[in-house]
């Protein structure tokens, strides 16, 4: 265990569903963030959340919006997605402090959207 | 651009040898790298860590070397096991304004018994 909890660990949705993906962190850390994982591609950083403010947004299609309510809780609101947009979503945590990273990985939320 | 590669996708070895994992990259002011593994259905889990003003760390059965001059990083797995088979992933963190991580693309460990 990681001390990161994602859900649901798999998500099977339409293109006009809308869902919801949730991280919890167990570790006090001060930064959460959201990756999308697919085959045969590095793995994307999509967004970044430093003291439950947004400090980084990739580019990322506004079909995707992520809600930090509070340091310990990740959110990542899912609507009209595409089939492209399926992917393992990783949630991950750290506390940032000088240059280490050291980012501690749920197990991801299998999505696939049909 | 940017970018952090493998030499090689996918590596088997067999139990008990050592494991050699190498990872080139571009940017000359990454400062900061670290290796991850990710076993199958679970995400990535932190290995070790270098930075810059090092050359070579250890850990458990691990030993991360960093060669600046041909900006190469390697992870070195002693007595490899079974359980060490996973995808592992380094990952770069950049100088200046840019302070994320970058990742490679990951090289699959195969370890045979």
């Known amino acids: 265990e990681t001390g990161v909890t994602q859900t649901p660990r798999h998500l099977v949705m339409g293109m006009t569903n809308k869902k919801s993906l949730k991280c919890e962190q167990h570790?006090?850390?001060?930064?959460m963030y959201w990756y999308k994982q697919s085959a045969k591609k590095p793995l994307e950083l999509m967004f970044v959340?430093?003291?439950?403010?947004?400090?980084e947004n990739n580019s990322v299609p506004s079909r995707f919006s992520p809600e930090c309510p509070n340091s310990s809780h990740l959110f990542l609101h899912l609507h009209t997605l595409q089939p492209e947009d399926s992917a393992l979503y990783l949630c991950?945590?750290?506390?940032?402090?000088?240059?280490?990273?050291?980012?501690?990985f749920g197990p991801g939320t299998r999505l696939t959207v049909t | 651009g940017e970018s952090v590669g493998l030499h090689l996708p996918t590596l088997s070895v067999q139990e008990g040898d050592n494991s050699i994992i190498n990872c080139a990259y571009s940017?000359?002011?990454?400062?900061?790298f670290i290796w991850y593994k990710q076993e199958s259905g679970k995400g990535p889990q932190f290995i070790i860590d270098?930075?810059?003003n090092m050359d070579k760390r250890q850990g458990q059965r691990v030993t991360v070397l960093l060669n600046k001059t041909v900006k190469h990083l390697s992870l070195q797995i002693a007595a490899t096991q079974p359980g060490d088979s996973a995808v592992y992933f380094c990952?770069?963190?950049?100088?200046?304004?840019?302070?994320?991580?970058?990742w490679g693309l990951g090289t699959s460990l195969a370890v045979n018994p």
């Open positions: 991950a945590s750290s506390q940032l402090a000088g240059d280490a990273d050291e980012q501690y």
């Open positions: 570790l006090g850390h001060n930064a």
């Open positions: 959340y430093n003291f439950k403010e947004q400090t």
């Open positions: 940017n000359s002011a990454s400062d900061y």
């Open positions: 270098i930075r810059s």
């Open positions: 990952a770069e963190k950049g100088a200046g304004n840019n302070r994320k991580l970058i």
